[in-house]
């Protein structure tokens, strides 16, 4: 497990950050760090609070099931090899999934979108079906994709405060992406990238 530092960088004022907010798809090869990255992390699925004892985030989630997990195909980013990341948001930490370098195998993934090869880091957030479908039945399909759009719009925000540049992306071949990440693609699929690279 790799431990994040504590997110307490303090960026631009908030309404700064929405007029910013832009996806940007050129990335300058330039490495980032692992505050920039925990910071990113922590905006998109952080512990911000605990009610009845429960940890609620930095993103809403229908009764706070939280069925979206976070991995993170990392292309350069310093003192953190390049591979596949899962993020453990009660610890704030990272498992590694498997290492080596994947830029190649995430851009054929994504239709062949350069920027997720060039991108210092992608998010890929995957939906463990489960876990809202008991208490929601039919209409838990769609608060899957909106919770992963409250979670992407975080990490937009968070990149244009941190000086990075990002886009999400929705255009990708879902089993490419599940076998990249290790997912099965039944009880968990991948929904949404979100690439993030330096300007
Ligand atoms: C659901 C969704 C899927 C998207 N998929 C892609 C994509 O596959 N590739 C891409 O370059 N941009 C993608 N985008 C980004 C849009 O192209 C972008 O938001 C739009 O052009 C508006 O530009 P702006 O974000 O800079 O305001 C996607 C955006 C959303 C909301």
Redesign the pocket.
């Known amino acids: 497990m790799i431990k994040l530092p504590e997110p307490k960088y303090v960026g631009m004022p908030f309404e700064d950050a929405i007029k910013k907010?832009?996806?940007v798809?050129n990335y300058l090869q330039k490495a980032l760090n692992i505050d920039q990255l925990s910071q990113l992390l922590f905006a998109a699925q952080g512990i911000t609070g605990k009610l009845f004892g429960q940890p609620l985030r930095s993103a809403p989630s229908a009764g706070a099931l939280y069925p979206i997990e976070i991995y993170l195909i990392v292309n350069n980013v310093t003192d953190l090899p390049p591979g596949i990341y899962h993020y453990i948001v009660i610890e704030h930490a990272l498992k590694l999934v498997k290492s080596g370098d994947f830029s190649g195998e995430i851009t054929s993934a994504g239709l062949h979108?350069k920027?997720l090869g060039k991108a210092n880091v992608v998010f890929a957030l995957s939906a463990v079906f489960d876990r809202t479908r008991r208490k929601y039945g039919g209409r838990s399909s769609r608060y899957l994709y909106i919770e992963a759009g409250h979670i992407s719009q975080n990490i937009y925000l968070q990149a244009v405060s941190l000086g990075l540049g990002s886009?999400?992306?929705?255009?990708f071949q879902d089993e490419k992406v599940n076998r990249l990440i290790g997912v099965d693609g039944k009880k968990e699929t991948v929904i949404y990238l979100h690439a993030v690279g330096a300007l």
Do not use: Y
């Open positions: 907010r832009r996806s798809r979108q920027m886009v999400s992306v929705g255009a």
